[in-house]
């Protein structure tokens, strides 16, 4: 069976301490719940998380759904938010991790990304070298999320046309948007192959659309 890979980049910098990353784990909890009960998803959805603030941490590399475990999700008091070492390691695990297509096999769908962060790149000449690197990568979709009123949109949108926001990063929203991230994840699946254009969802109304 062919994998989708699908990857989740999270900003764990000193200002989601508390209620923000206790959120986020409650989020993608119930994000791997929803996607346990699929079926398909559960043949073919391989999800890794890697974290990024100072440090970019793998909390673990592509594995299938039942075999998930979610480690502790911790955050440093303060600190620097490396959003352009986190896409480098983003594109070391791509290369070493999803298997590629030749003449004689059929490798992996191609990968889904989703990139939250609260704050801006403070690598900003990283993040500028890695980001025409990964948007040359074969990733099926590049969603952002903006998360909170300090979230600076302009460097996401130099990533992907499909940044959205979220105003408020409370259990709910959270939630919400895991649950919309689990749907997406969902639609991908069952697109796979027969379409180039993933057409996705409506996000619910605590996610705003960034034109």
Known sequence: MRRLP?????DTSGSMKGEPIESVKVGVESMIATLRQ????????????????REVKVLFPLTPLEDIQLPDITTPDSGPTHTGAALEKLCEQLDAEVTLSTSDRKGDWMPLLFIMTD??????????QIVPIVKKKKIASII?????????????????????SLDTMDSTSFKKFFKWVSDLIEVGNKSVGATEDLVLPPPPEEVNSII
Do not use: F, R
């Open 119 to 128: 704050g801006h790149p403070s690598d900003v000449m990283v993040y500028n």
């Open 6 to 10: 699908v990857y989740l980049l999270i």
């Open 144 to 164: 952002a999320c903006a998360a909170g009123m300090k979230a600076k949109i302009e460097p996401l949108k130099q990533l992907t046309d499909q940044v959205y």
């Open 38 to 53: 699929d079926p398909y998803a559960l043949e073919t959805v391989n999800i890794s998380i890697i974290t990024y603030d």
